[in-house]
């Protein structure tokens, strides 16, 4: 999918569910996990309980996220401030955020302390025609004992303005396109693991 068509279908999202879209603010520190009270606690808990079209806005801070969740509804889920000020915090998790739905856009946040055990796992995996924009992903990578782990693995949708770097494991690449995934004005880099002196740590790892 081109540039052109991608940000068309973003233009149709945010018309179609624009109207009744509703900000979800989600605060670690102070919020509650229930439906009835603003602001929520976990991330986990909006992308579970908020609409279709709705935004996610997670407080400056630091958020636990302590599994994988897979967010099958188009969301705008972002951090609030600049510079990154809003990190989600793996605790060491297997995967972080898998995009499966179309019309998805992660904005703004840094994603640290995610790793696992065997396989290949992902800090952020993309399925669908969305959009991952000015994140950091950074002192993370899925743990694996023998297979190569992608911090950032897409196989369709756009990855723009984000920095994937510092992450380590037994062996670990920084960003994975495969399909129909792009990528544009990115900084790859220190993504990297030595075993016996060979550096098994890449850059940016193009499947297919």
Partial sequence: MNMKTLAALFVGVACTLGASATVRNVDYASGTD????SPWKTLKFAIENADPGDEI???KGTHLHGEAVDVDKALT???AGENWETVVDGQ???SGLTLSAAGIRIHNLTFTRFGGTWGKKFVLS????SVISNVVVTGSCPASTAATSYPVYAEAGLITHCWVTNNSAFRCAGVALDGSATMENCYIAGNTKKITGTDYGYGVVQIS
């Fill in 34 to 37: 229930d439906v009835s009270v």
């Fill in 57 to 59: 806005v997670l407080a």
């Fill in 77 to 79: 889920i972002r951090g």
């Fill in 92 to 94: 060491g998790v297997n």
């Fill in 126 to 129: 993309m399925s669908s025609e």
